[in-house]
Nanobody, 124 residues
Framework: QVQLVESGGGAVQAGGSLRLSCAASGRIGTTYIVAWFRQSPGKEREFVSGISWSSGRTYYSDSVKGRFTISSDPAKNTVSLQMNSLKPEDTAVYYC?????????????????WGQGTQVTVSS
């Protein structure tokens, strides 16, 4: 069973940048997708970005497209999320997750493995 550990969260002013990392222990299958979700108080967990482990194809929510970049390093078993031009509405706990197959990849209920989350706070 793969385990995921996030790092890199913190506090930054609007317009700043942060880089989140997700380290996986154990083998991630070639059919898997690794994704980032976020959740702020009182809101549902929402899809942010995902990457296909085999093809490297990337996916983004409309709210972060053009500002965030997801990447993977299969040799190190890591996935990173570079977040630029951060806005106060990006404030949330960010979670790394993985699932087998791309179907329903924006739905958090379909993911079987989750990290513990890392806090990102963007002040205005």
């Amino acid at each position: 069973q793969v385990q995921l550990v996030e790092s890199g969260g913190g506090a930054v002013q609007a317009g700043g940048s942060l880089r989140l990392s997700c380290a996986a222990s154990g083998r991630i299958g070639t059919t898997y997708i690794v994704a980032w979700f976020r959740q702020s108080p009182g809101k549902e967990r929402e899809f942010v970005s995902g990457i296909s482990w085999s093809s490297g194809r990337t996916y983004y929510s409309d709210s972060v497209k053009g500002r965030f970049t997801i990447s993977s390093d299969p040799a190190k078993n890591t996935v990173s999320l570079q977040m630029n031009s951060l806005k106060p509405e990006d404030t949330a706990v960010y979670y790394c997750a993985s699932k087998d197959a791309l179907l329903w990849f924006t739905m958090p209920s379909r993911y079987t493995v989750w990290g513990q989350g890392t806090q990102v706070t963007v002040s205005s």
